[in-house]
């Protein structure tokens, strides 16, 4: 079966507009942005001609281009950021975005159809905006799941810093894991980045 979250980290490409837009024309943009992101995805995942090492490839180019990988990877890892060191920020970062690609990558081979709809946006703090979509399977009456997009304005495009599934943000569920590996272990971040390299290290094997 065709994992979800998989799904919702390869919808990443940029959406380049130009020119002043209004308040509301902000919001029109999002939701284009991530009707874009949608469609490209879509087609990344289902060429079925892609060998695993070039499906990686072009997902953390899809990845890097959609998500802004450090304000998440700082947000997932919280007040501990503060606690890191430089040299363990990198290696956080390093190991952060490469646990996403490969453990979602080597999921595409799942894919069934799925389809998204966005069926609107609102406005928050701090410049955020909120796209509303729903995934569904269009061979399937009934099917759907509610996905929360939130995006931050980048420069003339955007950035998605947050996913919430049905109500779950996927940055808070990650914080709320990476903060028990670190209780559990005394409060060391090094913990941390030594249980995210031994994950990597499985990862790898298994592709």
């Known amino acids: 079966m065709f994992r979800l979250r998989g799904f919702l980290l390869i919808v990443a490409t940029v959406l380049f507009v130009s020119g002043?837009?209004?308040?509301?024309?902000?919001?029109?943009?999002?939701?284009d942005f991530i009707t874009v992101l949608s469609t490209k995805a879509l087609a990344l995942v289902a060429d079925k001609?892609?060998?695993?090492?070039?499906?990686?490839?072009?997902?953390?180019?899809?990845?890097?281009?959609g998500f802004d990988m450090p304000w998440i990877g700082q947000f997932v890892l919280g007040r501990n950021w503060n606690l890191a060191t430089p040299e363990q920020r990198v290696d956080y970062l390093d190991l952060f975005k490469s646990i996403i690609?490969?453990?979602?990558?080597?999921?595409?081979?799942?894919?069934?159809?799925?389809?998204?709809?966005?069926?609107?946006?609102?406005?928050?703090?701090?410049?955020?905006?909120?796209?509303?979509?729903?995934?569904?399977?269009?061979?399937?009456?009934?099917?759907g799941?509610?996905?929360?997009?939130?995006?931050?304005?980048?420069?003339?495009?955007?950035?998605?810093?947050?996913?919430?599934?049905?109500?779950?943000s996927m940055g808070v569920t990650q914080r709320n894991e990476y903060a028990s590996v670190i209780q559990r272990n005394g409060g060391k971040i090094?913990?941390?980045?030594?249980?995210?390299?031994?994950?990597?290290?499985k990862l790898r094997s298994s592709n």
């Open 49 to 65: 001609s892609l060998d695993p090492r070039n499906r990686r490839q072009r997902f953390a180019a899809l990845l890097e281009q």
């Open 190 to 201: 090094a913990s941390l980045i030594e249980a995210m390299r031994d994950n990597l290290a």
């Open 145 to 168: 799941i509610n996905v929360t997009w939130r995006l931050l304005p980048d420069q003339e495009t955007y950035k998605i810093v947050d996913v919430v599934i049905e109500g779950v």
């Open 20 to 31: 002043t837009a209004s308040h509301a024309d902000d919001g029109t943009r999002a939701e």
């Open 101 to 143: 690609v490969f453990t979602y990558s080597k999921r595409f081979d799942g894919y069934s159809g799925q389809q998204v709809k966005v069926t609107g946006h609102k406005f928050a703090r701090r410049k955020y905006v909120f796209v509303n979509s729903k995934i569904f399977d269009p061979n399937r009456a009934g099917s």
